[in-house]
């Protein structure tokens, strides 16, 4: 059963300065139409604007180290979510898990802000899309997956002489149900094909091509006849290719010729856009704010298009340069975003300004915002926890494994507040009063470590 819509517990055009986690955390469940992040790429650089552009002052790291708050996320992971457990197991490298585990935990709870009828697009690159593909598979459900796009930037990366040159990035499109938005985008149709292709005009200078109108179905008994001399398997009924024909849409352009239909220039809705982005160049020249990986507005605009209508909700939890927060704003779409860089508010409020000449009533929050779907979150250790805690593992000890009465176990963290944990019931488990001793507000791996030493 799918869950019902959720009222957004924050202002439209809010922009946050914080770790995302912990503010996706307070953002109630079913709330979002869009989201679209492009976090980095796990490619072992750190980035940062030029000193005297209009983006100085922004960077963030790309390079990863297992550390062991990573290591309770995997435990916490372990136990919730087996699939997705089993897709960090495949990581190569420390690193490569690392950044995983960083993916994994925010996708989760993007997939719970997304509405039923929301959409996701992740954009990466050959490094890690398809570590990233199958976190989302296990995520999102492998059904929901709907397109790997492929956006050809002007300029390869790199000009190594051992690997063709990569001038590609990748976004992973998933749906959050079979119900999700979908708006087909068309593209300007390329002249040369338009001068090959619609090369007739009528007489009042409206222009169209011909096209076939046999069926590729030979089996279709119903739709053979003679029409004009010429006997085929059509792909219209008799009744519609005359009257057609009367109206001049159908024409022979000799005795004997198989008949065609036209189609008019005007009512092309202009060339079909596929998953292959080969049309949209990467930011240069006014657009350009020096920024790190920034990306093109006429991108933004496609996604934003496709996967959400006027007065949804778009979110960018990486949302860097804000180039996703102008392009929904353009579009007439709401729009909220994250950054773990205060310049992000600071460059959004300049974009808004400089495009539309107003401030634009734009929100910059460091808070995390309180849940209101749920009610407020209990005290981690109340009555009500201890009971659901206590059933759930069927009142033995996470640690030790021994069984107790409720009395006698204590809820802990499973990752500590210290370490962004939070009162959440994911996040709760009972302890024995000994093992909660031993583990203090450190990970479960040291818990376990020190019982097996001891044993």
């Not at 197991?89 to 585990?101: G, N």
Request: hydrophobic content about 35%.
């Amino acid at each position: 059963m799918q869950q019902p819509h959720s009222t957004p517990n924050w202002a439209n055009k809010t922009i946050w300065t914080g770790d995302n986690l912990y503010i996706m955390r307070g953002m109630n469940s079913a709330s979002v139409d869009l989201i679209y992040l492009d976090p980095p790429f796990n490619s072992n650089a750190n980035y940062a604007a030029p000193i005297g552009s209009q983006a100085a002052g922004a960077a963030f790291k790309d390079i990863w180290t297992l550390t062991d708050i990573d290591v309770e996320w995997i435990n916490l992971i372990e136990q919730k979510y087996p699939k997705l457990y089993q897709v960090l197991l495949a990581a190569m490298t420390k690193s490569d898990k690392s950044y995983l585990v960083y993916m994994a935990t925010r996708l989760l709870e993007m997939k719970r802000i997304l509405k039923p009828t929301g959409s996701i697009y992740l954009h990466c690159d050959p490094t890690m899309s398809h570590y990233l593909k199958a976190i989302m598979d296990a995520i999102f459900g492998h059904k929901n997956f709907r397109n790997e796009l492929s956006w050809r930037r002007s300029n390869p990366k790199s000009h190594g002489n051992k690997n063709f040159p990569n001038c590609r990035d990748i976004i992973l499109r998933f749906a959050r149900s079979d119900d999700c938005t979908y708006n087909q985008v068309f593209g300007e149709h390329d002249p040369e094909y338009l001068r090959k292709a619609y090369k007739y005009y009528e007489p009042n200078g409206r222009r169209y091509r011909l096209l076939p109108l046999l069926n590729p179905n030979s089996a279709r008994p119903n739709l053979t006849y003679e029409f004009l001399g010429v006997t085929r398997v059509w792909r219209w009924t008799r009744e519609r290719m005359e009257q057609a024909h009367k109206d001049g849409i159908v024409v022979q352009l000799k005795p004997g010729a198989v008949p065609q239909y036209k189609k008019y220039l005007d009512e092309s809705k202009g060339r079909t856009i596929t998953n292959d982005w080969d049309d949209i160049d990467q930011v240069a020249g006014n657009e350009s704010l020096d920024y790190p990986t920034q990306k093109p507005l006429a991108l933004l605009k496609r996604i934003i298009m496709a996967s959400s209508e006027k007065d949804g909700i778009v979110f960018d939890p990486f949302c860097g340069c804000a180039t996703t927060c102008v392009a929904a704003d353009d579009l007439g779409r709401n729009w909220i975003g994250i950054d773990i860089s205060k310049k992000a508010a600071e460059l959004v409020v300049e974009r808004m300004e400089q495009r539309q000449g107003l401030y634009r009533d734009i929100v910059h929050r460091k808070d995390i915002p309180e849940r209101t779907d749920i009610g407020r979150i209990r005290k981690y250790n109340s009555p009500a926890n201890r009971k659901h805690l206590y059933g759930e593992q069927g009142g033995y000890c996470a640690g030790c494994s021994e069984h107790f009465q409720q009395q006698h176990l204590e809820v802990d963290h499973i990752i500590s507040r210290k370490k962004g944990g939070t009162d959440h019931l994911e996040n709760l488990q009972l302890l024995c009063s000994h093992c909660n001793r031993i583990k203090g507000d450190r990970g479960m791996a040291y818990l376990q470590t020190k019982l097996q030493l001891a044993a």
